[in-house]
Nanobody, 115 residues
Framework: QMQLVESGGGLVQAGGSLRLSCTAS????????WSWYRQAPGKEREFVAG???????KYSDAVKGRFTISRENVKNMAYLQMNSLKPEDTAVYYC?????????WGQGTQVTVSS
């Protein structure tokens, strides 16, 4: 079974930056798409950014221009560079890896942006 583990979350002031990482371990399968989602308290989980195997990326309007998703296939990792962070970016961030037969999710990492 493949596991995904996020890291890099923490507390940052508004305007600051964080870089989240997601690492695949265990029985690793070929990951077609990597995605990042987030869930704020009292809200539903929402899409943040995604990247397909060819490198095409997609972002939610809320983060476009501030966040950058990338992947490193050799290391089975994905990243989310978050710049110009705002208090409304506060949430638990989850990575998702899509393989041929389904999706794998990480356990989440907390990002808190203070004003």
């Amino acid at each position: 079974q493949m596991q995904l583990v996020e890291s890099g979350g923490g507390l940052v002031q508004a305007g600051g930056s964080l870089r989240l990482s997601c690492t695949a371990s265990g029985r690793i399968f070929s990951i077609n798409h990597w995605s990042w989602y987030r869930q704020a308290p009292g809200k539903e989980r929402e899409f943040v950014a995604g990247i397909v195997s060819g490198g095409t990326t997609k972002y939610s309007d809320a983060v476009k221009g501030r966040f950058t998703i990338s992947r490193e296939n050799v290391k089975n990792m994905a990243y989310l560079q978050m710049n110009s962070l705002k208090p409304e970016d506060t949430a638990v961030y989850y990575c998702k890896g899509n393989v041929a037969w389904g999706d794998f999710w990480g356990q989440g990492t907390q990002v808190t942006v203070s004003s």
